[in-house]
């Protein structure tokens, strides 16, 4: 991994690697947003990828990348503590693996930067066509939410669990947000985009990244860029209280999710001591709510806690009997105090973090996990990999106690079957 | 026997090992990387549910059973796989579809130990009534929570729609009902009869010597007489069951999923079938093509719109799926440029451009050890020599494609799901 300052706010990082298929360029843009930018952010990189100055609607767009041997032009939206990451990036298979020893990989260069910093602009503004056309497929996306429930029962709990904060807004706002944007806040926000996010932009590929940083330069200099790379970790602030949300659909399966904080400092450490808290009570199958909630107490298909690092936040999801509410309520809360009270093994810490190594250590096989990784490393002091799977190994039973003991619930969710049943 | 199947255009290998048992055993070593992926799979799923073994009776199973058996192989006298697994760090799991069972794991580190320890639970059984009743509740959600996804719904609909009796309209984890009749007897029966290991294979991609691989499973496997299965498939009408059919639940906007049922003459389709079906798709319902457009500009679809290739054991159909406020207009739409394309073709250039991204998608794939272990499967399955594909690709004829899409595409026999709000 090779860190270079490309513009102001604006560093690359080479990830040489010959190893895959494919090259891939991701620009990592780092960025504050509440409600209404947040919908903002979203519907650009719709937009951004819809067409642009020279391939003007999608279908002359998707043809180009379908003739560079199906390059793939990716976003991807990151809830990153109080702030968003927002990437868009390219995906190209080698030139050295083309049918008839074209070169393609340049090519999808300039695409990706065309589309990011030459979108289809007519009178200043997006084309209009293509605004709405774009906000109509956020405005279905962020419905479609509700058709797989347990993405759904995590979200609404984050969102009464963050309430007030920057990180309760759900992934792409909400409709009424979307709906409330004019053609002009979204020239205003890929303007304030460009020059005011913080920039990571990531090169995964055997060749060297000089000639990609040389037009990136070019084009981010050319910004009037006014930028500050905050450090972004926040705790959530607990307000005492526990607070609970319930609501009722046309379901067959109860769904229950229990949001808790832990106490967490800014040191990695501290971080790593938490994720295997996290893990050994309801990560893999040798966590406690995995073998006694689902294997003793047969009450649900799973029982999963997933942590959130910037928030200092975990949450517990289950899928149940609607009469077993109760139950699953106490057996989860059970397992929390047998940590706390000291009765875990050294046997289910090492399953936990020679689980938790494995997995990190795989992310060097995958060009995605190695991307968000170094993506979100620059907050990290640069952390590798390697190093963050070091930090792991050192936790200890003692400290997975400790962890437990500052544990409290905040949020508990409960989504329901309707009483009046839908017979269809 | 050992034999080696290259591809210098993409310098990649695979080596496949035939084992006295009849199994097969697939690797590829990927020395670069720092993980490893393995799957040991048998040929048998949901669709198995009546059987005989030689000339013996047809035995009638309850319905998810191999589903049920999969969930309970992990379990041992002693420790359970899921505890073995543990102390190693590798992240093991398993899955049945329609017409498979596998079970796998990956790991960045024991990988000899794990794989021991996979041989080992697959070919050692333990079910007591006692073991097999807790495992009633953990599958009963399980059951529930898939008839709260609409996407599984509006599959498992449409697959009711298009086949009268075929069971792959059957659920694979089965109903709460049929669960409750799986005793400890019958898992060993659909055991003995189907994880017999010439009916099952091996597939290792990653950090891995092949060698040692095989050296492994010649000390690993256990063979026994090999058994030969006779699959009992109702004669299926070439027709479908209904035309439409339509359930509700809370979603945001109405799904639909479109089946053209196609006949199957042999039990599987042949992999040059399943390359051109693949290729055909990729021009006609691609985000470039003309029909894509109309619905899109139309408002008729949004971008979940895809079509796949559905295929196995005596079924096969392509699906067309979606979100829309007028599904019966998008079914509509799409029949008049399926008519159209079976009498003039499809275009060059757009035939051409398909190809281009099913070789990208093949050549991709090596990316990742998942990815090439799933690959491997299918070949393991379907018996078919490994990068075949790509022979195919480089020789495909517009009298191919006009062939492959009258087979696919009836419009008098296809079906309609929809769940609507």
Same mark, same amino acid.
């Given at each position: 991994?090779?860190?270079?300052?490309?513009?102001?706010?604006?560093?690359?990082?080479?990830?040489?690697?010959?190893?895959?298929?494919?090259?891939?360029?991701? =620009?990592?843009?780092?960025?504050?947003?509440?409600?209404?930018?947040?919908?903002?952010?979203?519907?650009?990189?719709?937009?951004?990828?819809?067409?642009?100055?020279?391939?003007?609607?999608?279908?002359?767009?998707?043809?180009?990348? #379908?003739?560079?041997?199906?390059?793939?032009?990716?976003?991807?939206?990151?809830?990153?503590?109080?702030?968003?990451?927002?990437?868009?990036?390219?995906?190209?298979?080698?030139?050295?693996?083309?049918?008839?020893?074209?070169?393609?990989?340049?090519?999808?260069?300039?695409?990706?930067?065309?589309?990011?910093?030459?979108?289809?602009?007519?009178?200043?503004?997006?084309?209009?066509?293509?605004?709405?056309?774009?906000?109509?497929?956020?405005?279905?996306?962020?419905?479609?939410?509700?058709?797989?429930?347990?993405?759904?029962?995590?979200?609404?709990?984050?969102?009464?669990?963050?309430?007030?904060?920057?990180?309760?807004?759900?992934?792409?706002?909400?409709?009424?947000?979307?709906?409330?944007?004019?053609?002009?806040?979204?020239?205003?926000?890929?303007?304030?985009?460009?020059?005011?996010?913080?920039?990571?932009?990531?090169?995964?590929?055997?060749?060297?990244? +000089?000639?990609? !940083?040389?037009?990136?330069?070019?084009?981010?200099?050319?910004?009037?860029?006014?930028?500050?790379?905050?450090?972004?970790?926040?705790?959530?602030?607990?307000?005492?209280?526990?607070?609970?949300?319930?609501?009722?659909?046309?379901?067959?399966? $109860?769904?229950?999710?229990?949001?808790?904080?832990?106490?967490?400092?800014?040191?990695?450490?501290?971080?790593?001591?938490?994720?295997?808290?996290? %893990?050994?009570? $309801?990560?893999?199958?040798?966590? #406690?709510?995995? @073998?006694?909630?689902?294997?003793?107490?047969?009450?649900?298909?799973?029982?999963?806690?997933?942590?959130?690092?910037? &928030?200092?936040?975990?949450? =517990?999801?289950? $899928?149940?009997?609607?009469?077993?509410?109760?139950?699953?309520?106490?057996?989860?809360?059970?397992?929390?105090?047998?940590?706390?009270?000291?009765?875990?093994?050294?046997?289910?810490?090492?399953?936990?973090?020679?689980?938790?190594? +494995?997995?990190?250590?795989?992310?060097?096989?995958?060009?995605?996990?190695?991307?968000?990784?170094?993506?979100?490393? @620059?907050?990290?002091?640069?952390?590798?990999?390697?190093?963050?799977?070091?930090?792991? #190994?050192?936790?200890? =039973?003692?400290?997975?106690?400790?962890?437990?003991?500052?544990?409290?619930?905040?949020?508990? !969710?409960?989504?329901?079957?309707?009483?009046?049943?839908? +017979?269809? | 026997?050992? &034999?080696?199947?290259?591809?210098?255009?993409?310098?990649?290998?695979?080596?496949?090992?035939?084992?006295?048992?009849?199994?097969? =055993?697939?690797?590829?070593? &990927?020395?670069?990387?720092?993980?490893?992926?393995?799957?040991?799979?048998?040929?048998?799923?949901?669709?198995?549910?009546?059987?005989?073994?030689?000339?013996?009776?047809?035995?009638?199973?309850?319905?998810?059973?191999?589903? !049920?058996?999969?969930?309970?192989?992990?379990?041992?006298?002693?420790?359970?796989?899921?505890?073995?697994?543990?102390?190693?760090?590798?992240?093991?799991?398993?899955?049945?579809?329609?017409?498979?069972?596998?079970?796998?794991?990956?790991?960045?580190?024991?990988?000899?130990?794990?794989?021991?320890?996979?041989?080992?639970?697959?070919?050692?059984?333990?079910?007591?009534?006692?073991?097999?009743?807790?495992?009633?509740?953990?599958?009963?959600?399980?059951?529930?929570?898939?008839?709260?996804?609409?996407?599984?719904?509006?599959?498992?609909?449409?697959?009711?729609?298009?086949?009268?009796?075929?069971?792959?309209?059957?659920?694979?984890?089965?109903?709460?009902?049929?669960?409750?009749?799986?005793?400890?007897?019958?898992?060993?029966?659909?055991?003995?009869?189907?994880?017999?290991?010439?009916?099952?294979?091996?597939?290792?991609?990653?950090?891995?010597?092949?060698?040692?691989?095989?050296?492994?499973?010649?000390?690993?496997?256990?063979?026994?007489?090999?058994?030969?299965?006779?699959?009992?498939?109702?004669?299926?009408?070439?027709?479908?069951?209904?035309?439409?059919?339509?359930?509700?639940?809370?979603?945001? &906007?109405?799904?639909?999923?479109?089946?053209?049922?196609?006949?199957?003459?042999?039990?599987?389709?042949?992999?040059?079938?399943?390359?051109?079906?693949?290729?055909?798709?990729?021009?006609?319902?691609?985000?470039?093509?003309?029909?894509?457009?109309?619905?899109?500009?139309?408002?008729?679809?949004? %971008?979940?719109?895809?079509?796949?290739?559905?295929?196995?054991?005596?079924?096969?159909? @392509?699906?067309?799926?979606?979100?829309?406020?007028?599904?019966?207009?998008?079914?509509?739409?799409?029949?008049?440029?399926?008519?159209?394309?079976?009498?003039?073709?499809?275009?060059?250039?757009?035939?051409?451009?398909?190809?281009?991204?099913?070789?990208?998608?093949?050549?991709?794939?090596?990316?990742?050890?998942?990815?090439?272990?799933?690959?491997?499967?299918?070949?393991?399955?379907?018996?078919?020599?490994?990068?075949?594909?790509?022979?195919?690709?480089?020789?495909?004829?517009?009298? +191919?494609?006009?062939?492959?899409?009258?087979?696919?595409?009836?419009?008098?026999?296809?079906?309609?799901?929809?769940?609507?709000?």
């Amino acid at each position: 991994m090779i860190i270079s300052e490309i513009a102001n706010g604006v560093e690359g990082c080479f990830i040489k690697s010959n190893k895959f298929k494919t090259s891939s360029i991701s =620009v990592n843009m780092f960025i504050p947003a509440d409600e209404k930018s947040v919908s903002a952010y979203s519907l650009l990189y719709l937009i951004l990828t819809d067409s642009t100055k020279d391939y003007p609607d999608y279908t002359s767009l998707n043809k180009a990348l #379908k003739n560079l041997y199906n390059a793939s032009l990716f976003f991807f939206f990151l809830k990153f503590g109080d702030m968003r990451m927002v990437k868009f990036g390219i995906s190209v298979l080698d030139d050295n693996f083309t049918l008839f020893g074209e070169t393609i990989s340049n090519k999808a260069a300039d695409l990706l930067l065309c589309a990011i910093f030459n979108p289809l602009m007519e009178n200043g503004k997006f084309k209009q066509e293509v605004f709405n056309n774009n906000k109509r497929i956020l405005i279905d996306q962020i419905n479609a939410q509700i058709n797989e429930k347990r993405g759904y029962a995590i979200s609404n709990t984050e969102k009464e669990m963050y309430n007030g904060e920057p990180a309760s807004v759900k992934t792409h706002g909400n409709t009424e947000s979307v709906d409330s944007l004019t053609n002009e806040d979204l020239v205003k926000a890929h303007e304030h985009l460009l020059k005011n996010a913080f920039v990571r932009i990531n090169v995964i590929s055997q060749n060297e990244p +000089d000639l990609i !940083y040389e037009r990136f330069k070019e084009y981010f200099n050319s910004l009037e860029r006014n930028v500050e790379k905050k450090n972004i970790s926040l705790n959530h602030k607990t307000e005492g209280e526990v607070k609970y949300l319930e609501e009722k659909m046309n379901v067959t399966q $109860g769904k229950l999710c229990l949001g808790f904080t832990v106490d967490l400092g800014e040191a990695r450490q501290s971080v790593a001591k938490a994720a295997v808290f996290v %893990d050994v009570f $309801g990560g893999g199958p040798y966590s #406690k709510l995995f @073998t006694n909630v689902r294997e003793k107490q047969s009450l649900c298909y799973y029982c999963a806690a997933r942590f959130n690092s910037k &928030k200092g936040t975990f949450i =517990v999801d289950s $899928g149940i009997l609607e009469e077993n509410r109760e139950k699953a309520y106490n057996g989860i809360l059970e397992q929390l105090e047998e940590i706390k009270n000291g009765n875990i093994s050294e046997d289910e810490v090492n399953s936990s973090k020679i689980a938790l190594t +494995d997995t990190l250590i795989s992310y060097n096989d995958q060009t995605a996990t190695l991307d968000t990784w170094y993506a979100l490393a @620059t907050f990290n002091d640069g952390e590798t990999i390697e190093d963050y799977a070091e930090l792991i #190994k050192g936790v200890t =039973v003692e400290d997975v106690i400790a962890v437990a003991k500052t544990v409290k619930l905040d949020t508990v !969710y409960f989504l329901g079957k309707a009483k009046e049943d839908n +017979d269809d | 026997m050992i &034999k080696t199947y290259k591809n210098s255009l993409i310098d990649e290998q695979v080596i496949v090992y035939k084992h006295k048992s009849g199994l097969e =055993v697939y690797v590829c070593e &990927k020395p670069e990387f720092s993980s490893s992926y393995a799957i040991f799979g048998t040929r048998y799923g949901s669709i198995d549910t009546k059987f005989s073994v030689g000339n013996g009776k047809f035995l009638e199973v309850p319905e998810g059973i191999a589903h !049920y058996l999969e969930h309970k192989l992990f379990e041992s006298e002693e420790l359970d796989a899921f505890a073995r697994f543990a102390k190693t760090g590798a992240s093991a799991n398993a899955f049945t579809s329609f017409d498979r069972t596998c079970y796998l794991f990956s790991c960045s580190a024991n990988f000899e130990e794990n794989f021991r320890i996979l041989l080992d639970f697959v070919q050692h059984p333990y079910f007591t009534e006692e073991t097999v009743q807790k495992e009633q509740g953990i599958i009963g959600q399980e059951i529930q929570m898939y008839d709260d996804s609409a996407p599984w719904q509006v599959l498992m609909n449409l697959l009711g729609a298009l086949y009268k009796k075929h069971p792959v309209r059957i659920d694979i984890a089965g109903t709460v009902e049929s669960i409750a009749k799986i005793n400890a007897g019958l898992l060993y029966d659909c055991y003995n009869t189907f994880y017999n290991l010439n009916n099952m294979f091996i597939c290792v991609a990653g950090n891995v010597e092949a060698q040692k691989i095989f050296d492994l499973c010649d000390e690993l496997l256990i063979t026994k007489a090999p058994v030969i299965i006779n699959r009992f498939m109702p004669n299926e009408e070439n027709k479908v069951e209904k035309r439409q059919v339509e359930v509700k639940l809370p979603v945001s &906007k109405p799904l639909f999923a479109i089946g053209f049922k196609e006949k199957c003459e042999n039990p599987q389709k042949t992999l040059k079938e399943k390359v051109l079906s693949e290729i055909i798709l990729k021009s006609i319902f691609g985000n470039d093509s003309p029909l894509y457009k109309e619905l899109f500009d139309s408002e008729l679809i949004n %971008d979940s719109f895809s079509a796949e290739y559905f295929n196995g054991y005596s079924y096969a159909c @392509t699906i067309v799926e979606g979100e829309s406020d007028n599904p019966e207009k998008v079914r509509e739409i799409t029949n008049r440029y399926l008519s159209d394309y079976i009498v003039k073709g499809i275009k060059k250039e757009d035939i051409e451009r398909a190809v281009k991204v099913y070789y990208s998608e093949e050549v991709c794939g090596f990316n990742s050890a998942e990815n090439i272990v799933m690959n491997m499967v299918e070949s393991a399955f379907l018996k078919t020599p490994v990068f075949e594909e790509f022979d195919i690709i480089k020789n495909i004829t517009e009298v +191919d494609v006009v062939k492959r899409l009258k087979e696919m595409f009836d419009i008098d026999n296809s079906s309609i799901s929809i769940v609507n709000k």
